[in-house]
């Protein structure tokens, strides 16, 4: 089978268009505001939500070479990408900040990465923040020959390109689609696939304000310039990556009781926070409907 097609990520069946699913909701309905569910977890069991949208028109490109990608040590997009090298048979390095976990237990997720035949390759966090520099990727890749580099979170202009299908998906279904973000890149797509009149909500789950900046470059790589209609919230990243509080877990578990959704906590929680918050400070007029992109399930 020739390399472009063994790694052609349709080969998997993902299901497309992901289902979109009304939820009744009285902190909603009270306001005059539809809820509506995004059911992006439910495109592949391996690679669910915006791991798939972003991953595929990556993984077109590699042409069968080893993917070399970075995350932390909870990362979704490290889960994903050993995925889909274990499904497409192509290798994979998962370069993951923090050299003090090479001498401990792989947690949950990362032993399902190496389960999945990703080679590991623990750097320091000063390495790890310095990972664009040229000569600490040249560092990097000598060591495993000749890679394909995927950034952090999966997020490159492919990866924008790639999620206007989200934004296709959803035009004229909803006024405002809301996503959670990590890297920006399933925002920087998403803003650009839907219909003028509509409006993309990001909820970053990172402390720092810095999204603002990476959507806009994201878009320009690969739109040429702005697209579409976004903004973001900053005040629901619950204090910063992988953080949680007794309070998120209290409503994402109310949450999974009303509508039978089972909640991931890092994004999807935080997301659905924001907008029933939202949704009771009156930010969003009545008649409105509001859909949430549901981007990955609970490990």
Not at 112 to 133: E, N, P, S
Not at 144 to 169: D, K, M, R, W, Y
Not at 188 to 194: D, T
Not at 215 to 238: K, M, T, Y
């Amino acid at each position: 089978m020739p390399p472009s097609e063994a790694l052609d990520p349709s080969r998997l069946r993902p299901a497309l268009p992901s289902p979109l699913q009304p939820a009744e909701d009285d902190r909603f309905a009270r306001h005059g505001v539809r809820l509506l569910l995004k059911r992006d977890d439910l495109i592949h069991p391996d690679l669910p939500g915006n791991k798939w949208r972003k991953l595929s028109p990556n993984l077109r490109a590699t042409a069968g070479r080893t993917v070399l990608t970075f995350g932390g040590a909870y990362s979704s997009h490290l889960r994903a990408t050993a995925a889909a090298g274990r499904l497409l048979g192509f290798p994979t390095v998962g370069v993951v900040r923090g050299d003090e976990l090479a001498d401990r237990p792989l947690n949950p997720s990362l032993a399902r990465c190496a389960a999945d035949g990703m080679t590991l390759r623990f750097v320091d966090r000063a390495t790890y923040r310095a990972k664009a520099d040229p000569e600490v990727l040249a560092g990097l890749l000598s060591a495993f020959g000749e890679c394909c580099v995927i950034p952090e979170g999966g997020s490159n202009a492919l990866a924008a390109q790639g999620c206007t299908e989200l934004g296709h998906e959803l035009r004229g279904r909803a006024d405002v689609v809301a996503v959670a973000c990590g890297t920006g890149g399933t925002l920087a797509g998403l803003a650009a696939g839907l219909a003028p009149g509509q409006r993309a909500l990001g909820i970053p789950v990172l402390r720092g304000g810095f999204l603002g900046d990476t959507v806009r470059e994201l878009q320009h790589e690969a739109f040429g310039g702005p697209a579409g209609s976004w903004s973001l919230d900053e005040r629901f990243h619950f204090g910063g990556y992988a953080r949680t509080t007794p309070q998120l877990h209290a409503f994402a578990d109310d949450f999974e009781q009303r509508h039978g959704l089972p909640v991931e906590r890092l994004y999807v929680a935080k997301l659905l926070y924001a907008l029933t918050a939202l949704a009771e400070e009156g930010a969003f007029p009545t008649g409105t409907t509001v859909a949430a992109v549901i981007t990955g399930r609970p490990q």
